[in-house]
């Protein structure tokens, strides 16, 4: 029977409410002893949690998620949460999260998350994903590439590196795949200093596209430069700056050109540098005319302390929560929550915790353009799950999507797992 189907559905919580009795009577009341619900036997704390959190994850994969990269996103969580308890589990769940990812890849998609950071990502299943990523695709795939070459290189660095070389030669670069491809091979063979040499000749055409990743370059450059052929790194450096010329002003660039002038500097000396700045009047006006490196500037991020919440301890926050966006709401009345359930007060935690999932489900009907929709679903799930797990995991399952509800049951399952 097919996973997500009603039948299997309803054994699947049929399973999981007595495992959430078991947990209950043996994890918040130790002095009881309560029976294993498939053996009959004593139950110990442990093998209660165990049990918990099994038939959790059981149940959370098995919720329908019709969109490929909601499915992803359940996958991806469910083995981070699984692995330490079932290898096997974590393995299986792996297998068709690495299958589905290669699909999104293929269709031309941006994989949400990449199931190789989870871990668990079987050699073979690493081996079959990067034999059937297409060459064009190397950046939408370079997660998962830099994974499979860092901890499978047996079963998938020959391919890895044919893909990578077929991608060069149409002028697409996956430039930190290639620098894991080169560390996996050696430095100093001769792949290595070949893929050096025809990473910095296939930079983006579209430089101000690609301003962000222009330190990433610089750096790269710094780290490889040393290991390979001295007329190489000078020919490299070179075109490297030619390149940042094209960059669009501002932090980015200005560091990228402090990352190289040093790294070429250490490698060739203060003399050979100039001496290859003033062969190449392009790159020597880049760094002649280059701003402070100053700071890169990041999107502000939301700022939700868990002290502040607990100064207010006591006092009602309702008005004032309501008046924020989806996503801030959402925390914040997970931080009330939080503070007032620790601190004793379990109504006006139910409150808060109330106010936050009803937040979740606002922030998550936009998750399309919210990219961080999933880890404040998992961030308010958790801080419900510190103070009663078995509550935070009744209000996981009665968020509106199922992608929502299984990401949040996932989230108290991890924190019972922990315990």
Known sequence: MEAGSPARLWETRDALKKAVLMWIVTALAPGAVAADARTGKPASPKDARTAFVLDVVRTAVALPQPD?????????????????????????????????????????????????????????????????????????????????????????????????????????????????????????????????????????????????????????????????????????????????????????????????????????????????????????????NAGEAGEIEHPEEENVSVLEAMDKTGSDQTDSLQALPASRRAREAAAHGFASGTAGNRNQAEHYFDIAFSALNDYWRDRATNTNAAAVVEEVSEAAAQVDAPAALSRAQRLADPTAQAIGMLAVARVVAGQ
């Open 68 to 288: 490929p990269q909601d499915r992803l996103r359940v996958l991806h969580s469910a083995v981070g949460v699984v692995g330490p308890i079932s290898a096997n589990i974590a393995r299986t769940l792996s297998r068709e999260g690495v299958q589905l990812e290669s699909e999104l890849i293929r269709s031309g998609q941006k994989p949400a998350v990449s199931m190789f950071s989870a871990g668990h990502v079987p050699c073979t299943a690493a081996a079959n994903f990067v034999q059937s990523l297409p060459a064009t695709a190397v950046a939408e795939g370079e997660e998962a590439l830099i994974s499979a070459v860092t901890l499978c290189p047996k079963a998938a660095l020959e391919n890895a590196r044919g893909k990578l070389d077929e991608a060069l030669g149409q002028d697409i670069l996956a430039a930190r795949a290639l620098l894991a491809a080169m560390d996996a091979t050696g430095p100093k063979m001769a792949w290595s200093q070949s893929a050096f040499v025809r990473m910095f000749s296939a930079l983006p055409k579209d430089a101000a596209k690609a301003q962000s990743e222009a330190p990433n370059f610089a750096a790269m450059y710094s780290e490889m430069a040393p290991q390979v052929d001295l007329e190489a790194a000078r020919a490299a450096g070179l075109r490297m700056l030619e390149w940042l010329g094209r960059v669009p002003e501002g932090g980015p660039r200005n560091l990228a050109i402090s990352i190289m002038k040093g790294a070429m500097e250490q490698l060739l000396g203060a003399e050979k540098l100039e001496e290859a700045l003033r062969s190449n009047v392009v790159a020597q006006g880049v760094v002649r």
